[in-house]
């Protein structure tokens, strides 16, 4: 069964930074777009940002432009998400989840289930 293995989270004050780490055992994630979620208490799962299979091209939310950072290490075959200035919103559970990408969405058709997410508390 298709399902990645996020890592990297950790409690951290206002202002701090993080780096989460998305891999997998089965598959070569390379060969897919890769997408972070997150999903804070009470709320719905989030699109946080995408990066191509290429890794040519990414995108965020508006609400981490700036100071989120997707990229990914074809030798290592993980995908990270950078988190700098974060601030207590930013606190969640953070998925990742391969994607095919269609002609509307980079990260478009979503492959697998989701995994059970690292989580990112922000709090001073």
């Known amino acids: 069964q298709l399902q990645l293995v996020e890592s990297g989270g950790g409690l951290v004050q206002p202002g701090g930074s993080l780096r989460l780490s998305c891999a997998a055992s089965?598959?070569?994630?390379?060969?897919?777009?890769i997408g972070w979620f997150r999903q804070a208490p009470g709320k719905e799962r989030e699109g946080v940002s995408c990066i191509s299979s290429s890794g040519s091209s990414t995108n965020y939310a508006d609400s981490v432009k700036g100071r989120f950072t997707i990229y990914r290490d074809n030798a290592k075959d993980t995908v990270y998400l950078q988190m700098n200035s974060l601030k207590p919103e930013d606190t969640a559970v953070y998925y990742c989840?391969?994607?095919?990408?269609?002609?509307?969405?980079?990260?478009?058709?979503?492959?697998?289930?989701w995994g059970q997410g690292t989580q990112v508390t922000i709090t001073s």
């Open positions: 089965r598959l070569t994630l390379s060969e897919y777009a």
């Open positions: 989840a391969a994607f095919l990408s269609t002609t509307l969405r980079m990260c478009g058709l979503r492959l697998g289930s």
